[in-house]
């Protein structure tokens, strides 16, 4: 039988030390007692049915029936004076149920030296004056094992699951600790909670004791109809001596603390023996649960505040520094803790564009980007929480160990860029009480005894899957990051915009100065030409072997200074000039290049390998025709091998970029494309570059051999093939390795 379901208020029983008496409205007539009854009052008459002044001395008798109306279900009332019965003095517990009125009797106890409300008051005073709860809990229990002399007095606190966990103790110092163990719902059953959700104190001095039964008159229904919720002397649930038993406890006094009209958690305090508490000295412990509770509210919501506080301060701290950096996500990484505690996750996922950063506790970086596609269509606003992932999205399972808890904050939707924190399975991080299959027993019939270990299971069962929740200010701060990011990309994006605006009118200044700077340096140049002309012609008799020498060395260099002015005049103009752009049939082109470089390159022919038909691109025709030239006419020009080849073609989409690099294991200096544009390329098996030079070459004038040597040049080529390709918006580079060859890579 499953005695978690049994309704343990109706047991009709009670322990066996005190008399319970259960008395007709208003009538005072007995209609059930405990069968204990003759036995106490040393009688043998059949009490049922007579009338309490049969058992009582009429005056309290008279006393109860002038203030009935005083008495109500709240809770039972102590009559002030003690009752003797076969001279012993006990203390009269009254209090109302739907039908009747119930009388218990409990013997009185001596009480101590000192006046119990003495102490209680000095602990309220020493709880007053501390700030956290978790001292203030922690000196709670100290005080009520002072006051209440048990062997551990603990605090428990419920989870939304309701399972509790231990918050606070105090004990003898030879017992283990239960500190910080966890207990599942189960092993406070649902009725007994809602018992202690009243605010009621539940003492039970002596577990191992045989209970007594009721008897009740006339009507066998009657029991059922009897609600012993509020007595005092309520019998125990089976269950729960056992539990007790298996802790090795055989006393208990529990005390309800209640916040927001619910059961927060529990102050249960525990004896190895039977331990009789006077009915003063826990009627003082109640009081102090009531004033604990109420402080505890206090506490709870200046925590919350506290925290909330907490997160803030973090926030603006980690918006302040990721505002000064460049790299985002490197602000965001380091150190990593900042983005942890932002929502006191245990991971964090950093997704830009299609690269994945990962911070602390986490899935893999492939199991991340599937999680992201999944989730993305799960945000609203944002944001997507949850704290059972593997419910929704049963691919997590095997990741639940880490990521059982998931909020993903949707940065930008359009550029890809999403923080993601994870949180671990609860089970993972519970310390559970006690070995949870230990008691399980299974007897010779097979037939399982529930005990309350086995209850284990059941909140396994609840707990399975499921992370801690994520709170309501800890979303805030997500979504407060959002913004906070949303606004620093914008701010750069505009600075961006502005330090542009600015390099292009920069550039084009400087285009304009170099183009009018060339061409006035050409009229002086030619000056110099044409008077050096004049001389070498007009003064040939008078100079001798050696000035005419010089006179033709400078003829020579002027006509090279005009060749470079006129490469920097190109190169200005380029800078100027508007692009014409068309589709163009790259095929056309490229032929018509090398049939001119055939012609001005008679002694070179190169094995030409086109491996597939070039597309069709838009572009600037005439620019694009000199970037072939130029890239083409290196690849003849730069070449020793006797078997020269040169391929030109174009790479697929997917193997655009530092990808497209896989096959050809060259140095390379290449930077991450864009997906959707095509990426050309133009190899020799030529002399190679050396990897330092792979970017020095693109400079103006950059000429990594001597004037007369590979048919000369002026160093200007690349950097105009470049200029025009980034005219086009686009990229070149280039992977090379000396004495193999060179690929010049660009897109279109
Ligand atoms: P130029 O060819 O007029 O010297 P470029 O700007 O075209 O000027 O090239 C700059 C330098 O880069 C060249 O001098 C050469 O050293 C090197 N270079 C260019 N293309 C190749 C190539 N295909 N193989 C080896 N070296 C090259």
């Given at each position: 039988?499953?005695?978690?379901?049994?309704?343990?208020?109706?047991?009709?029983?009670?322990?066996?030390?005190?008399?319970?008496?259960?008395?007709?409205?208003?009538?005072?007539?007995?209609?059930?007692?405990?069968?204990?009854?003759?036995?106490?009052?040393?009688?043998?008459?059949?009490?049922?049915?007579?009338?309490?002044?049969?058992?009582?001395?009429?005056?309290?008798?008279?006393?109860?029936?002038?203030?009935?109306?005083?008495?109500?279900?709240?809770?039972?009332?102590?009559?002030?004076?003690?009752?003797?019965?076969?001279?012993?003095?006990?203390?009269?517990?009254?209090?109302?149920?739907?039908?009747?009125?119930?009388?218990?009797?409990?013997?009185?106890?001596p009480l101590g030296l000192f006046s119990v409300p003495a102490f209680v008051r000095r602990a309220i005073a020493k709880l007053r004056q501390v700030s956290?709860?978790?001292?203030?809990?922690?000196?709670?229990?100290?005080?009520?094992?002072?006051?209440?002399?048990?062997?551990?007095?603990?605090?428990?606190?419920?989870?939304?699951?309701?399972?509790?966990?231990?918050?606070?103790?105090?004990?003898?110092?030879?017992?283990?600790?239960?500190?910080?163990?966890?207990?599942?719902?189960?092993?406070?059953?649902?009725?007994?909670?809602?018992?202690?959700?009243?605010?009621?104190?539940?003492?039970?001095?002596?577990?191992?004791?045989?209970?007594?039964?009721?008897?009740?008159?006339?009507?066998?229904?009657?029991?059922?109809?009897?609600?012993?919720?509020?007595?005092?002397?309520?019998?125990?649930?089976?269950?729960?001596?056992?539990?007790?038993?298996?802790?090795?406890?055989?006393?208990?006094?529990?005390?309800?603390?209640?916040?927001?009209?619910?059961?927060?958690?529990?102050?249960?305090?525990?004896?190895?023996?039977?331990?009789?508490?006077?009915?003063?000295?826990?009627?003082?412990?109640?009081?102090?649960?009531?004033?604990?509770?109420?402080?505890?509210?206090?506490?709870?919501?200046?925590?919350?505040?506290?925290?909330?506080?907490?997160?803030?301060?973090?926030?603006?701290?980690?918006?302040?520094?990721?505002?000064?950096?460049?790299?985002?996500?490197?602000?965001?990484?380091?150190?990593?803790?900042?983005?942890?505690?932002?929502?006191?996750?245990?991971?964090?996922?950093?997704?830009?564009?299609?690269?994945?950063?990962?911070?602390?506790?986490?899935?893999?970086?492939?199991?991340?980007?599937?999680?992201?596609?999944?989730?993305?269509?799960?945000?609203?606003?944002?944001?997507?929480?949850?704290?059972?992932?593997?419910?929704?999205?049963?691919?997590?399972?095997?990741?639940?160990?880490?990521?059982?808890?998931?909020?993903?904050?949707?940065?930008?939707?359009?550029?890809?860029?999403?923080?993601?924190?994870?949180?671990?399975?609860?089970?993972?991080?519970?310390?559970?009480?006690?070995?949870?299959?230990?008691?399980?027993?299974?007897?010779?019939?097979?037939?399982?005894?529930?005990?309350?270990?086995?209850?284990?299971?059941?909140?396994?069962?609840?707990?399975?899957?499921?992370?801690?929740?994520?709170?309501?200010?800890?979303?805030?701060?997500?979504?407060?990051?959002?913004?906070?990011?949303?606004?620093?990309?914008?701010?750069?994006?505009?600075?961006?915009?502005?330090?542009?605006?600015?390099?292009?009118?920069?550039?084009?200044?400087?285009?304009?100065?170099?183009?009018?700077?060339?061409?006035?340096?050409?009229?002086?140049?030619?000056?110099?030409?044409?008077?050096?002309?004049?001389?070498?012609?007009?003064?040939?008799?008078?100079?001798?072997?050696?000035?005419?020498?010089?006179?033709?060395?400078?003829?020579?260099?002027?006509?090279?200074?005009?060749?470079?002015?006129?490469?920097?005049?190109?190169?200005?103009?380029?800078?100027?000039?508007?692009?014409?752009?068309?589709?163009?049939?790259?095929?056309?082109?490229?032929?018509?290049?090398?049939?001119?470089?055939?012609?001005?390159?008679?002694?070179?022919?190169?094995?030409?390998?086109?491996?597939?038909?070039?597309?069709?691109?838009?572009?600037?025709?005439?620019?694009?025709?000199?970037?072939?030239?130029?890239?083409?006419?290196?690849?003849?020009?730069?070449?020793?091998?006797?078997?020269?080849?040169?391929?030109?073609?174009?790479?697929?989409?997917?193997?655009?970029?530092?990808?497209?690099?896989?096959?050809?294991?060259?140095?390379?200096?290449?930077?991450?494309?864009?997906?959707?544009?095509?990426?050309?390329?133009?190899?020799?098996?030529?002399?190679?570059?050396?990897?330092?030079?792979?970017?020095?070459?693109?400079?103006?004038?950059?000429?990594?051999?001597?004037?007369?040597?590979?048919?000369?040049?002026?160093?200007?080529?690349?950097?105009?093939?470049?200029?025009?390709?980034?005219?086009?918006?686009?990229?070149?580079?280039?992977?090379?390795?000396?004495?193999?060859?060179?690929?010049?890579?660009?897109?279109?």
């Amino acid at each position: 039988m499953n005695h978690y379901f049994e309704p343990i208020h109706f047991s009709g029983s009670i322990q066996p030390h005190g008399i319970l008496l259960v008395l007709s409205d208003p009538e005072l007539t007995l209609v059930c007692v405990s069968a204990n009854i003759q036995e106490q009052f040393g009688i043998s008459e059949d009490l049922l049915n007579q009338s309490l002044s049969t058992l009582l001395d009429v005056q309290v008798v008279d006393a109860i029936r002038q203030s009935l109306h005083l008495i109500d279900s709240a809770s039972p009332i102590k009559l002030q004076e003690s009752i003797l019965v076969s001279e012993r003095s006990f203390n009269g517990l009254v209090h109302r149920t739907e039908n009747f009125i119930i009388l218990e009797l409990e013997p009185t106890l001596p009480l101590g030296l000192f006046s119990v409300p003495a102490f209680v008051r000095r602990a309220i005073a020493k709880l007053r004056q501390v700030s956290s709860s978790h001292e203030f809990l922690h000196l709670l229990t100290q005080e009520l094992r002072r006051i209440t002399e048990f062997d551990r007095v603990m605090v428990y606190q419920f989870d939304q699951y309701e399972a509790g966990t231990v918050m606070a103790e105090a004990k003898r110092d030879d017992l283990p600790s239960y500190l910080g163990l966890h207990y599942p719902a189960t092993d406070i059953p649902e009725q007994v909670r809602a018992l202690y959700a009243r605010g009621l104190l539940r003492f039970i001095p002596d577990l191992t004791a045989q209970s007594i039964s009721l008897v009740a008159a006339c009507d066998p229904l009657m029991q059922q109809r009897l609600d012993l919720s509020l007595a005092v002397l309520r019998g125990v649930d089976p269950c729960c001596v056992e539990y007790h038993q298996n802790m090795g406890v055989a006393a208990i006094m529990v005390i309800a603390l209640i916040h927001n009209q619910k059961l927060w958690g529990l102050i249960a305090c525990h004896h190895q023996t039977p331990k009789y508490v006077p009915y003063e000295v826990r009627e003082a412990c109640e009081l102090l649960g009531e004033f604990v509770s109420l402080e505890l509210a206090k506490k709870v919501n200046s925590e919350e505040l506290d925290y909330i506080i907490k997160l803030r301060s973090l926030q603006s701290e980690f918006v302040e520094s990721i505002s000064q950096v460049d790299n985002l996500k490197e602000a965001l990484v380091n150190p990593a803790p900042r983005l942890l505690d932002l929502v006191n996750a245990t991971g964090s996922a950093i997704y830009l564009e299609d690269e994945i950063t990962l911070v602390g506790v986490t899935p893999t970086v492939e199991q991340v980007r599937v999680l992201i596609q999944w989730a993305d269509t799960q945000v609203k606003d944002a944001l997507f929480h949850t704290d059972s992932l593997p419910k929704l999205y049963p691919e997590a399972v095997v990741f639940k160990d880490v990521a059982s808890g998931l909020v993903l904050l949707q940065i930008s939707k359009v550029r890809r860029y999403y923080i993601l924190w994870f949180r671990p399975e609860v089970l993972q991080t519970v310390n559970w009480a006690g070995d949870p299959n230990a008691s399980i027993t299974i007897s010779t019939d097979g037939s399982v005894t529930l005990s309350p270990r086995q209850s284990f299971e059941k909140w396994q069962e609840t707990v399975r899957l499921t992370s801690l929740p994520w709170k309501a200010c800890e979303l805030d701060q997500a979504l407060d990051l959002r913004s906070a990011i949303v606004g620093i990309v914008l701010n750069k994006a505009d600075e961006l915009a502005r330090i542009n605006q600015e390099l292009e009118r920069t550039n084009q200044e400087l285009d304009s100065f170099s183009y009018a700077a060339s061409h006035d340096l050409k009229e002086p140049l030619r000056g110099i030409h044409n008077y050096s002309m004049l001389l070498l012609k007009g003064y040939e008799s008078v100079l001798d072997q050696v000035g005419k020498n010089r006179l033709q060395t400078l003829i020579r260099l002027t006509r090279r200074m005009e060749s470079l002015i006129d490469v920097l005049l190109k190169f200005s103009r380029l800078g100027q000039a508007e692009l014409h752009l068309v589709p163009t049939d790259l095929n056309q082109l490229v032929n018509q290049v090398l049939e001119d470089l055939r012609v001005s390159h008679q002694d070179i022919q190169p094995d030409i390998r086109i491996p597939r038909l070039l597309p069709t691109v838009v572009c600037d025709p005439i620019l694009i025709n000199e970037v072939f030239m130029n890239l083409l006419s290196n690849a003849f020009k730069y070449n020793d091998k006797a078997e020269q080849w040169i391929s030109i073609g174009y790479l697929e989409q997917k193997e655009g970029g530092r990808q497209g690099a896989r096959d050809i294991s060259f140095n390379s200096h290449t930077p991450s494309l864009p997906h959707s544009l095509i990426t050309f390329y133009v190899q020799d098996n030529g002399i190679g570059i050396r990897a330092r030079h792979l970017e020095t070459i693109f400079r103006l004038f950059k000429r990594l051999h001597e004037q007369n040597l590979y048919g000369g040049g002026t160093g200007a080529g690349l950097t105009i093939t470049k200029k025009i390709i980034e005219r086009h918006g686009r990229q070149i580079w280039v992977e090379s390795t000396v004495g193999i060859g060179s690929t010049f890579y660009f897109t279109l």
